[in-house]
């Protein structure tokens, strides 16, 4: 049972949201605690439809984000028990962390207990403001204040005559609050990102030292102090003076002090470095007087936290930059995305590919007139290559020259200009990145040596950051050595590859001696069988140790079944020579893998194809075949055996005459 679906994925996320809410339904209705089943389903919908989609992640912006948005903007129900959503959220929390199905990157269980606590004294004021409500939901929650049935559908279709004719009163000024809020409140049904390859780093003594040795840093540093604690006088056009200047320019080391200028405007190495100190809260202007901040001092004895600032004032240069570009009024949004497109890649990627998704954004700036789209086109590449040598000399990126990995071409063919066009995709584009007369001109481009680009451990690591915060998953080596068995194994096979799993995996043991019991302990103690199985086969397929180990535990009365069904898979020899309580174990594993996945009505159809009139002899056999599974078994025997054991058509009591009566019976009547 996976608890991260794609976007597209519909069925299968359904599919599990309802395993979830129901399993938990029992488990909180065993402990007495308060559980929706309306909520428990909408805390589920509210984190696989955001940014990252991991509905087993939760820290206290996503509980604040269910609570204070999701609930309010879409979830329709009855005051008294949107009341009680907190409750259910805390249930569904504890339920994940009891059942080791939590993201242990996400906050700690105690550190969720309060954010949800915190959140409770904001949540009435947030259910009573009508700003955070969506349209949808104000006509919906009208109808149900209506005593509409949201169920009736003709009554719902009725809704809008009712409400013209006056027959369903609403509040008209809480809708017009919906309305205007529409448009100014950011839509919570997020886009999701591109999830991101885990990432190693090196240690933090080693990215500080790189950090001291940024020139960037060297030149701000030196900056604020040339600056100093008196400041310097600006010209009335608010600029260095003409020796300050040139003083300035030879202590940054720019090259421009003995060029022939006439005002410190026309330096654009000084007056970027001037511009990125301010931005950087370095320095500041005040009374025609450069001034040194003040509470910079700390940061100016701290490279690594100094970079960091820096890094992130560097998105805010685009109007800094010189000459005037199409590329800086898009500077903000477009070299995050272009640091992105670089993240996590195993070998420098060509700025050529770069510059072509770039055009894309930039020809919107384009002005109208005769210069070819070329010269604008070549414009925007020298201009990006400039951002990014800025980039360089910060240390966040590394630029080489040479010939681009195969990778980065791999996508690009298909239908080109020239080519037959099939009859399926008569653009030529269907499915790929760039239109085809941009991805002829790239791969010609990439045939050649060029200038490539690669993110340094500073410059990933500071991606990382920006991703994190921004609600994205950026997995990083290292950072489950201290995890729960059950919740490493959940993160390794939802979102590691086998090698950075296997990676992963080993710095998980060497930080707990070794020892590779606790791990069979969580697969064993996992009531989800689907998601036992994936675990068992994730570390049998990493782990050479315990891949040689699984035979041997063939008859492990817990891990048996899932045992065989692995050897089976793998074909290892005597898997198929099985006795008949193994045989029946191996399928009952198989259904209730089945009933987990698709349900108990695909369980009965399946069942009923596959055994025909001995369907309920078979699956009386699986309940008493001793599986050790108790939880599935259960729902096996509820969800399943109980219904094949009703009659096909039980007796009900139905209004009609008395025995030896004539005529009809008074009233309506009503359809069965």
Known sequence: MRTWFEPHEDEEFEAAKDLLVRRCLVWAGERGMAADPLVLGAALDSRHRSVDGRPAYWDEAQVRRFLLEWIPRYVTAPRHELDTAPESLLTLLRYLAAKGLRDPRGGAPAELERAVQDAVADYPAALDDPARMGLAKFWAQTALDNGIDLTDHKALERLPRDVEAGQVPYDAEALDSVVEARLARPHLDEQRAFPQPPLALPPARELAEAAARSEVVRRLTALADWVGGEGRTLTEAGNLRVADARELAGLLGTGEEDLEWRSAAELPGVGLMLAWAKRARLVRTAKGRLL??????PLLRDPATLWSRAFEAYFELGPDMSPPSMLWPAFDELMPDVLNSVYGMASPMPVARLEETVWLVCQDYVPSGRVPEEIWRDRIGQDLTRALEVLAELGAVELSHG????LYSSDLTGDLPGDELSDDDPTGDDGLPLPGEARARLLRRLAEPGLLVRLTPLGARAMRERMLAAGRDAPLIGELADAPAAELLGVLMQHYPPGAAARELDGWLAAHGGDVGPLLDAVRACSFRTRA????????????????????????????????LELSERGEPGADDLGAEEHLRVTTEGVLGLLEIAGPEKVLEQLRAMAGPNALALVEAMAGSGHPAGESMEELRRLVLDRMRAPAHPFRLVPGPRPGARGRTGGRKRKR
């Open 292 to 297: 040194r901040v003040a509470k910079a001092a």
């Open 403 to 406: 010939v681009a990995d195969g």
């Open 533 to 564: 199985a994936a675990m068992l086969s994730l570390l049998t397929e990493i782990h050479p140790g315990l891949r040689s180990m699984l035979p041997g535990l063939r008859t492990d009365p817990v891990l048996g079944p899932l045992v065989l």
